[in-house]
């Protein structure tokens, strides 16, 4: 994984995966704000050129992109002149390509024009960010097309110290996982309460932080993502869910109590003193 530089001073940085499912069905999945939500974060997408995308990451991060191109069910781009905060526009681009056999690529490319190398590191992180979201989209193509959804997903600052190796830590512990592995089973409970049940299906380290995605079956099936990740000079523990089918909705109102149990495991400073 690298930046790819170009004479023109384009910088950009490509990331694919392959999926179930027609062109129409994948194009829901990444072109719609319930597609989206479904296996990423909380969207809001206009479809149409000059329409809008606003993806929220959580702990007051919104990301808001004009959408400059709108092709279904093959392509769309749009433009976030916001993302790099006193940097260059960001241009993202998302391909559908069909495949035989009931499959398509589903690539995405995110670029910007910069004649120094001060915002690589910004497109390299979101390089590594993405294989972790196309594995969730990946399962919910193959087990959850078209099924109600729901989700949300949780953040708090880590201590200072240590950074993320030291937060994820305490986090994997938290989680009953301190040496996690695949096929591991994983049980989070507070107050006498099962907040999620399952299976750790992948392990990421990737130069940020550290995560798990478990497949879940209780409170709804799903998935849960959990991870320690450096993020703008400091460490952030995040909690990701996303529920399927009927229980879906019932699952997130009980969110109050997993933000509760984050907090167990990363208690916010004390206050100073008057």
């Known amino acids: 994984m690298s930046v790819k530089k ?3 001073g384009r910088r950009s940085v490509q990331v694919e995966v392959e999926v179930p499912g027609t062109p129409q069905q994948v194009w829901q999945a ?3 704000g319930p597609g989206i939500s479904s296996w990423f974060v909380p969207t809001k997408l206009e479809g149409r050129p000059g329409g809008s995308l606003s993806l929220d990451f959580g702990g ?3 990301s808001s ?3 400059t191109e709108w092709q279904p069910p093959h392509r769309f781009a749009a433009e976030d002149s916001s993302w790099l905060q006193g940097g260059p526009s960001v241009a993202t681009e998302w ?3 069909a495949k035989s056999g009931g499959t398509c690529i589903v690539r ?4 910007l024009f910069a004649s120094t190398d001060d915002w690589d590191g ?3 992180s979101v390089e590594h960010g993405w294989p972790g979201y196309f594995r969730v989209l990946r399962h919910y193509l193959a087990h959850h097309a078209g099924e109600a959804s729901a989700s949300f997903v949780l953040m708090t600052p880590t201590p200072p110290t240590g950074g993320a190796p030291s937060a994820w830590k305490v986090f994997a512990g938290a989680l009953g996982t301190p040496t996690p592995s695949i096929g591991q089973s994983v049980r989070v409970a507070a107050a006498g309460r099962e907040l999620f049940r399952g299976t750790v299906q992948a392990i990421d380290n990737v130069p940020q932080g550290s995560g798990i995605m478990a497949i879940v079956q209780e409170p709804a099936p ?3 993502l959990a991870s320690a990740m450096d993020c703008m000079g400091m460490c952030m523990a995040t909690l990701q869910a996303f529920f399927y089918g009927p229980k879906a909705g019932a699952a997130v109102t009980q969110k109050e109590h997993w933000q509760q149990w984050l907090s167990t495991v990363f208690p916010p400073p004390a206050a100073e003193a008057p």
């Open 6 to 8: 170009e004479p023109s």
């Open 30 to 32: 990444i072109a719609s």
């Open 60 to 62: 007051g991060m919104v």
């Open 65 to 67: 992109a004009k959408i």
């Open 95 to 97: 391909i559908v390509e």
């Open 108 to 111: 995405v490319v995110h670029s």
């Open 122 to 124: 910004q497109l390299e």
């Open 222 to 224: 799903g998935i849960v």
